[in-house]
T-cell receptor, first 114, second 113 residues
Framework: KNQVEQSPQSLIILEGKNCTLQ??????????LRWYKQDTGRGPVSLTI?????NTKSNGRYTATLDADTKQSSLHITASQLSDSASYIC?????????????FGSGTRLSIRP | NAGVTQTPKFQVLKTGQSMTLQCAQD?????MYWYRQDPGMGLRLIYY???????DKGEVPNGYNVSRLNKREFSLRLESAAPSQTSVYFC????????????FGPGTRLLVL
């Protein structure tokens, strides 16, 4: 069964600290993996996309890693800011012969405290 | 460039009432989607439209209907609302298939009493 599991469910850290969010998936055949940021009361916004051959992708203070062998991804946030408070959603795409399917994780809710 | 817009932002319905959620995008995208988001669960696909004039069921289509009015607009209709349909509904669009980057609207918060 295609699944995407994220951990932790929620996380609280102090402003300026680093943190790492995890995503494990069992989606097959794998096409790509995205991380989205969802601010409270808003729709998700894409942060990064990674394909099978990519190990690392950065977007400012956000760095995503992918280990396709172990089917794990992480999102590392450096020098956190109050504006990083949001839910972070891991989304994995599978590609079949003529169509794709995407599976959403349930997200990690990150709170940054001053 | 407004991106993806949704109306209304909030709605309260009584059980059995009907309503239509509106969605429009100005990015000339081919594909559009309707999702629902419930606490503790990932976004779940209700219906999608890969191109103007086509619609397909997603993971949770029961109790909903959709209409791809033109390339810009994709509406979601609840014919007879039920409390189980209380949720936040998101519309999204992408240039091509669903595995491409999707652009989401701000959401519609629906409460069915």
């Amino acid at each position: 069964k295609n699944q995407v599991e994220q951990s932790p469910q929620s996380l609280i850290i102090l402003e300026g600290k680093n943190c790492t969010l995890q995503c494990n998936y069992t989606v097959s055949p794998f096409s790509n993996l995205r991380w989205y940021k969802q601010d409270t009361g808003r729709g998700p916004v894409s942060l990064t996309i990674m394909t099978f051959s990519e190990n690392t992708k950065s977007n400012g203070r956000y760095t995503a890693t992918l280990d396709a062998d172990t089917k794990q991804s992480s999102l590392h946030i450096t020098a956190s800011q109050l504006s990083d408070s949001a839910s972070y959603i891991c989304v994995v795409s599978a590609w079949y012969s003529s169509a794709s399917k995407i599976i959403f994780g349930s997200g990690t809710r990150l709170s940054i405290r001053p | 460039n407004a991106g993806v817009t949704q109306t209304p932002k909030f709605q309260v319905l009584k059980t059995g009432q009907s309503m239509t959620l509106q969605c429009a995008q100005d990015m000339n995208h081919n594909s559009m989607y309707w999702y629902r988001q419930d606490p503790g669960m990932g976004l779940r696909l209700i219906y999608y439209s890969a191109s103007e004039g086509t619609t397909d069921k997603g993971e949770v289509p029961n109790g909903y209907n959709v209409s791809r009015l033109n390339k810009r607009e994709f509406s979601l209709r609840l014919e007879s609302a039920a409390p189980s349909q209380t949720s936040v509904y998101f519309c999204a669009s992408s240039e091509g298939s669903e595995s491409e980057t999707q652009y989401f609207g701000p959401g519609t918060r629906l409460l069915v009493l």
